[in-house]
């Protein structure tokens, strides 16, 4: 998968980051600074936020590396873009689907207790582990963006996709801690709308990997069909 894909999704995708995680960065201590300091602050707060899709990329880069090296890149590319798509076609909840698995359900509860802890202290030697603590957090953006870390094939490259994911979503998650709330929520939920249209090109563009479409050099269609070969 392209990496500039990564950047693509978290920055086009960062509407659905404000409406999720936007109540906890205007929490964090930011009001009341200089707008410099307050910058730093939101940019050490999402540092975290980057960490942890970084390691998350290492994790899943490693299982698709392992999953190429099995010969599977056909299969594993046209699976993710089906299961894209059934999502996007079906609304599914796959935050909720995935909250109803103990295992998850019981990294979210410790993830929230951790994370209330640290949002009592108001200081800045938090901040780092307040956002590396809201990487794990149940998000359909971040798990489409793990999609697209496993079809890499390669561990550096799971890496680099989930780090470049993370920095994609920091422009608007930064404009929003320093300006509040300046997009309103109706304007927000017609943005969100179009989450399922992203959904589907990315299950399209899955799906056309999956298959390998291999066209003539230079679009000569006719010496090419003629090396095809053919019973008499």
Known sequence: MELWTAFTIGLLGSLHCVGMCGPIALALPYQGKQRWVAAANV???????????ALIGLVIG???????????????????????????????NVEAKLLRIPAFSKLNNWVKQRLSGLLRRHNRSSLLFIGMLNGLLPCGLVY???VGAVSTGNVWQGMAYMSLFGLGTIPLMLATALAGQFINIRLRNRLRKLIPVFLIAFAVLFIARGM???????????????????CH
Do not use: C
């Open 212 to 230: 390998q479409f291999h066209i003539p050099d230079g679009f000569r269609f006719w010496e090419g069909s003629q090396e095809i070969p053919m």
């Open 62 to 92: 490693t299982l698709g590396k392992g999953l190429f090296l099995a010969g599977l890149q056909t299969q594993v590319s046209i699976g993710l873009g089906v299961l894209l798509l059934l999502i996007a076609l079906f609304s599914i």
């Open 144 to 146: 489409m963006a793990v």
């Open 43 to 53: 940019l050490l707060y999402n540092g975290g936020r980057v960490i942890t899709y």
